[in-house]
DNA sequence: ACAAATTTGTAGTAATCATTATATAAATGT
DNA sequence: ACATTTATATAATGATTACTACAAATTTGT
């Protein structure tokens, strides 16, 4: 039993919904910038209930932070891990990164983290820290699909896993910036036979 | 005669170094979170005098930003233009970033616009088109000196200037992510030796 | 010395901000 | 049926926001 029957009056939004589109809003207009007004109406919830669901804004900024970036369904990684064959996979994520930061639904472009968070990181406690923690987790997350590929056999012994998925992350970084201000999809997808070949290379040379 | 005298009350304050001090305290809090008594103070203009000089906060904003991209002594720049050797110079742009990611006197993390404005460019009319002028301008810059080194005799003829230079800028938005998130400078500089031997890869092969 | 011009410093404006007090509505338990 | 519990809706709170009116201060020109 997932729903059990519970005493008052029910709540009128879904929390992790409603926590959705406080990124959508944060990541439109970053934090200084998204009103409480803003955030009630997109969220659907009113003052009294986001203060008792969520605590106050900088909280809500917090919860939002980790909603994002705790995502497993996160698009890039999500075609990187699944594509079998490791050259399609480096290729897909690229791929996957221009159009995640061009097309997003909310209509915000780039990413929420690097194009949003980041300006906060310097000023808003705790935040460079959730900012950190994300980056290393997603290192990591790369390098295990690398590494995957090694054991299977499909990638050499030696092949630098953490290296590359730290070359693959921060290439990742000028995209959405690049998306962010509005460069064309065109132009962005004409280095992308390049970079696999460039992090899929053999460097022993 | 540059200085001519004027009559009335003179000013207390130089506007370029007023201004600059505003692209400090944007880059520190961004566009929303810098106030206006933020920046009176550190500017040191009174607020009717900063109207008088730079407009509203929308437009001191849009000439910090271009007086901030428009600086020709951007260090990791200076750094790959003014040294000879072509791979030194890569590694010195490089090092440079992260250094200035990371020792900003101003006590800002990462880049003003990469790391700031990026944030704005979702809302604030004119901010998206400076900052794609500013990349643009930049992987020129970048790829001026890839040519020159190619008609000098250091690069082979067909070393892909423009491809390299955008490869060297989207690297860089990874590194000053990972300064504004707090990344050390260590942890930064371990893929350098490599990512300078690929920027300067030869991928006929 | 005095008028004209321009900037400074202070104190104010109206609007918006995050947050909360109050009252009403809708569920369950007995 | 009625008390208890929880969430909703509205409107108000004090603080802060961007911006400006006003008077004093400091220069040049005559």
Redesign the interface.
């Known amino acids: 039993m997932t729903t059990l029957k519970k005493v008052g009056r029910p709540k009128k939004f879904d929390r992790d919904t409603a926590l959705m589109s406080a990124v959508n809003v944060f990541?439109?207009?970053?934090?200084?910038?998204a009103s409480m007004t803003d955030l009630t109406e997109a969220m659907g919830v009113n003052p009294p209930s986001l203060y008792a669901e969520f605590g106050d804004k900088l909280n809500l900024y917090r919860l939002a932070i980790d909603r994002y970036a705790s995502n497993d369904a996160c698009s890039p990684l999500v075609a990187f891990e699944s594509e079998p064959d490791i050259e399609k996979a480096v290729r897909a994520f690229l791929n996957e990164v221009i159009v995640y930061s061009t097309k997003h639904s909310s209509g915000?472009?780039?990413c929420f983290l690097?194009?949003?968070v980041?300006?906060?990181?310097?000023?808003i406690e705790g935040v460079?820290?959730l900012?950190?923690k994300?980056?290393e987790t997603t290192d990591r997350r790369l390098a295990k699909r690398f590494d995957e590929a090694k054991t299977e056999g499909s990638l050499r012994k030696d092949f630098?896993s953490l290296?590359r998925a730290?070359?693959m992350?921060?290439?990742?970084?000028?995209?959405?910036?690049?998306a962010?201000?509005?460069?064309s999809v065109k132009s962005m997808k004409?280095?992308i036979d390049?970079?696999v070949?460039?992090i899929l290379?053999d460097?022993s040379s």
């Open positions: 990541w439109l207009k970053g934090f200084d910038g915000a472009k780039g690097s194009s949003s980041a300006t906060s990181a310097g000023e460079q820290e900012l950190k994300a980056i630098p290296e730290r070359l992350f921060d290439l990742r970084q000028g995209l959405v910036f690049r962010r201000a509005g460069c004409t280095d390049q970079r070949r460039m290379s460097q």
